[in-house]
Every structure is written in C-alpha cells, then in structure tokens.
C-alpha cells in the first residue's frame, strides 16, 4: 500500500521506511516511507489549492459527502476496527465501538455545525443583522495512538463540514488507522486535495506545521502541547485547538462500596488506562468508609482480565501500544516506590504476554511527595484524607484541569464539588472516562487551551462574520454628529 495520499492519489513518501507493529506479538502490521520536508510541501500546497473551491461548495453537498463517508465506515467497520485492535492492542471489541463512534460522529458534527456555527438573521431599521461562519483554511490534524480512528475524526469531519481542508498526519504508532480514514473519505467521494494524508515520525510534523496552515488541531501529551504554544507563540494567525492529557482525580467518598469500586476500575483501567481521561489519583477518606471502598477495589481488580486483542474470551485490558510505552509505565512505577509509595496491588500477568502488557497497579501515595505527571498506563495513586475540604484541595493540587470526579449519594457535597472542582469533565457516580459527542470535550491549564473538542469542535472549525447590511444604498448625511455646514 502506498503510504501517503495527496492530492486525490496515492503515492510513496521520500523519506525513510518505518512501520507499525502488532504490540501483542511483534508483528509488523503496516509499513511503508514517511513523508519528508517536500512531501509535506506537496500535501499543503494540494490543500491551499482546494480549499477555494471546497469553502465555496454547499453546504448540503458536504453533508451528503460526509455522510457517504459514515457509510463507507460502516461498510468496513469490522476491517477497520481489527486494524485498530492490532495497531494498538486494545481488545477487539473496544476498537469495535471506537469504529461505532467514529460512524456517530458524522450526524453529531453535522447538528454541531448548524447549532454552533450556522447562520442567522434579524431585521433592523437599516435592513438586517447577519451572522455568519467562514471556514479557517488549511487544518493540519495530528492523531494520536490511543484512539487513531476516533480522536483525528472527531477533528477532520467537523473541519471538513465547515469547509476547511486538512492534511493529516497519524500517530506513526498507528498509520495504518490513518490510511483506513483516508481511504474512506476517497471512497466516499470527496474531491482531490480536500483530505491529504501524510505518515511519519515527529520530523514529518515538524515540517508540516513549519508550513502554512491556518490551523492546528491536536490531541496528545501536554508536553507536545506545551511545544507548540511555543512554536506559534508569533504565529497569531495560526488557530490552535489543542486536547492534552491530565492528571485526573476521583474522589470516592460515600456509597456501597463494591459500586464504588467499579466506577474507579472503569475510571483507571479502561484502555489500559491509555485515555487522557482515565483517574490517575484516587482521593478515599480515612476510617471505615474509605477502608470498605478500597477493599472492594483491590477484589475487583484482581478479576480484571488481561489478554491479546483477539482473545477467545474478550478481556478487559490488552497491551499499551508498545514495549517501550510499557517500559515508561514500570519505570514511573518504580520511580514512586523509590520515593516511598506503598504497593497495595500489582497484578500478574498471564504466561506468555509480550512486555508490552502492563497489570493494574494500586499504590497509596498518602505521605509522598509525587509529580505532578501523567502516568500514561493502568497505574493508580491512593491518596487518604481526613475531611472532604482536604479531599477537594487534593483533588485540585495539579496543574491540569481534564476531568474529574465524585462518587457521593450527598447532594450537598456534589454541588460543593461542582462549583470548585477545576475540570472541563466533572462527573458525579459515573467513570471519569465517560464523556458524549453531544457535549465539549477539553480541559484547563496544562490540559488544553479553551478549545473543548467534541461537541463545541465546530467551534475552532470556522470563524463568526457579522454584518450590517442595507439593500438600498441610503444617504447618512443627517446622522453625522458636527458635520459643519455646505462651504
């Protein structure tokens, strides 16, 4: 398969081979030439050229390609979904439902795009006010491995609704995943150089945002963020929307326990706890109460299964996305214990797993001075207070701001909760990883840069025009304040 697709046809890129692998056994799943410096070039000026035609395309004849493209997706959803499970080794039927939410997605965004970025009118004396939305220009969108179909569609298809071009580039973890969207988006219809694809490592999207475009659009680590608020610090014209990682709590604090307990297993362990949402920090009170949670808590993990993505019996967790991946979660793990956490779980792993799967791991952290880092794995840090003053400041002590949650049956500590907890995702009695495309998706501080994705993508999509406007040209003269007499 050729690796880059630019311009409406596929080619080979210029710069080096690389490939991506199966995390369970090793094997090489896609491989193919990134794209250098010229490639990028390539894909940007097909961009910039399409883009006119594109923006002034009706509206009603991008829906309708966006939504050929949903079922394009849905024609190929089980081949698509197994190149998924196999590129980042999550179970099949995860990347089953991230292919469902990738075909949502298409209706989602288009009553996003009328709600938030559509038009409207008012009559005035003058004539009329109108607001409108135009389109940005050139979106470079780079996807992320955790979830390579959901997470870049979820920015390529409201960019595309809007009438903005894109050149994409995937997780070099997962190109494959890429060139499954590409591919569809081709079979759907849409014209040449409206989608570009290119593959490759961090020097492809360094040269790619080097170039010109007129929007970013990215999900990823907040030091990857941090990056590029520096790159485009003098880049004003440059729209960011930037969905970064997070150092997420969960305060669990009253309620039957084993309940309790599987909201925090959902909230930690989901995807091997490779979601920028998952709860990093689990906030119990001292005493009973808390005593009872984390005991059901630690039999509850124990039964989490663990297994390669297409295991006869569907497991739980699968694999992280690489040996490596799994490497920085040990070592995280290791570098907490050397400063004093206690070990209260560390799962074993079935016989014959590759390195790349890591077991859930608990460590009570109450009396440790810890960074305030995301561990990027299923890694959980215990934190015990002795009041829910102390849980909510030790929920906040971070510099991101992604999600958050409460498990309570009190209503009044909720709506304490609600209005000082420092998160774009707050949830009460539910995962912190469950969030919907009908609301926004973002976070503060180290987290993002108040640009949700989700619903509000539309948003950073396309700019709001407003405008006074008058059929008839009509004389003003009479409305000009101290306009001296004829000479």
Known sequence: MASLFIDGAWREGRGEVFASTDPARGETVWSGAAADALDAEDALRAAHGAFPAWAATALEERIALARAYGERLKARAEDIARDIARETGK???????????????????????????????????????????????????????????????????????????????????????????????????????????????????????????????????????????????????????????GNNPLIAWDGDPAAAASVIAQSAFFTAGQRCSCARRLVLPRGPRGDAILEALLALVARLTIGEWDSQEPRFMGSLISVAAADRVRAAVAA????????????????????????????????????????????????????????????????????????????????????????????????????AATLPFGGLGASGNHRPSAYYAADYCAYPVASFEADRLVDQTADITGLAAPG
Request: charged letters at 20%.
């Open 91 to 245: 179970p099949l039927w995860e990347a089953r439902a991230e292919v469902a939410g990738m075909v949502g997605k298409v209706e989602v965004s288009i009553g996003a795009q009328a709600e938030r970025a559509g038009s409207r009118a008012a009559e005035a004396a003058f004539g009329r006010s109108v607001l409108r939305h135009r389109p940005h220009g050139v979106m470079a969108v780079l996807g992320p491995f955790n979830f390579p179909g959901h997470l870049p569609n979820g920015h390529i298809v409201p960019a595309l609704l809007a009438g903005d071009t894109v050149v994409f580039k995937p997780s070099e973890e997962t190109p494959l995943t890429g060139a499954n969207l590409a591919r569809a988006w081709q079979e759907a219809g849409l014209p040449g150089g409206v989608l570009n694809l290119v593959q490759g490592g961090r020097d492809t999207g360094a040269a790619l945002i080097a170039g010109k475009i007129d929007g970013l659009l990215f999900t990823g680590s907040a030091a990857a963020g941090a990056h590029f608020r520096r790159a485009f610090v003098d880049r004003p014209e440059v729209i960011l929307a930037l969905e970064l990682g």
């Open 336 to 435: 907490l214990v050397a400063r004093g956490a206690r070990v209260l779980f560390a799962g074993t792993l079935p016989a014959g797993l590759s390195p790349a799967f890591v077991a859930p791991t608990l460590l009570d952290v109450t009396e440790v001075d810890v960074a305030d880092e995301e561990i990027f794995g299923p890694v959980l840090q215990v934190i015990r207070v002795d009041d829910f003053e102390t849980a909510i400041a030790r929920a906040n002590d971070t510099a991101y701001g992604l999600a958050a949650g409460l498990i309570t049956e009190d209503d009044a500590l909720w709506e304490i909760f609600l209005d000082r907890a420092r998160a774009g995702v707050v949830n009460r009695n539910r995962p912190t990883t469950g969030a």
